[in-house]
């Protein structure tokens, strides 16, 4: 038994000097900011620009100029859908978690860097609702996916602890079952970050 243990803290000990020649920078901190979210649609209703949220963390790591960066937070984003005539408003709201997973370089010194950033996330939601000024159409009353998948593309400015980012989401799947065919969400977001270590 013993020297089971020796062998297990030998090959953690090594383990971990390998790891930090691999990854000597390893970054957790707070993110959050705004959104702009829009559906494209097949034109049977156009969307208007809307604001959301979201808040959540991310983790940094990497070597050689070469970073990852995971991330998970929640989000409420929301489209305002109208008909063709503009008779018929439905105000779609979605709480999710979002996990992106970014590849990116950082360029830059003493503290100061620009970031380039892109990668997939896979968006899980919690909650949504509608509220159709008119029930009784069948295009307006959408059945919304628990899950769904876009790609992100981002440019970062990070200074000290402090960091900045503006995102553009690319929606990959349909974010219906029914009621909105062949409709994707992308949006802009704007975030602010904080370094906690």
């Known amino acids: 038994m013993k020297k089971i243990l020796l062998s297990v803290a030998v090959l953690i000990g090594i383990s ?17 900011g705004a959104n ?14 809307t604001a959301g949220y979201f808040i959540g963390l991310y983790s940094r790591f990497g070597a050689g100029g070469i970073h990852a960066q995971p991330e998970i937070y929640v989000a409420g984003k929301n489209a305002d859908l109208k008909s063709a005539d503009g008779t018929e408003v439905n105000e779609v709201r979605f709480t999710s978690i979002d996990v992106p997973v970014l590849i990116g370089t950082k360029i830059g010194a003493a503290g100061v860097g620009v970031r380039l950033q892109t990668g997939p996330m896979v968006s899980f939601v ?7 000024n008119q029930a009784t159409s069948k295009i307006f009353n959408g059945n919304f996916k628990d899950q769904n998948f876009a790609w992100q593309f981002g440019l970062g400015l990070d200074v000290g602890k402090l ?10 799947s349909d974010v219906a079952k029914e009621g909105y065919q062949d ?9 602010l970050s904080y370094r906690l270590f």
Not at 183 to 191: A, C, D, H, V
């Open 163 to 172: 960091g900045a980012d503006l995102r553009y989401e690319l929606g990959l």
């Open 126 to 132: 919690l909650d949504q609702s509608q509220s159709a």
């Open 16 to 32: 971990s000097a390998a790891f930090s020649q691999v990854l000597p920078s390893v970054q957790v901190g707070l993110r959050g």
């Open 36 to 49: 702009l979210s829009n559906f494209s649609t097949n034109n049977t209703f156009s969307s208007e620009n």
């Open 183 to 191: 409709s994707k969400m992308s949006l802009f977001t704007l975030g």
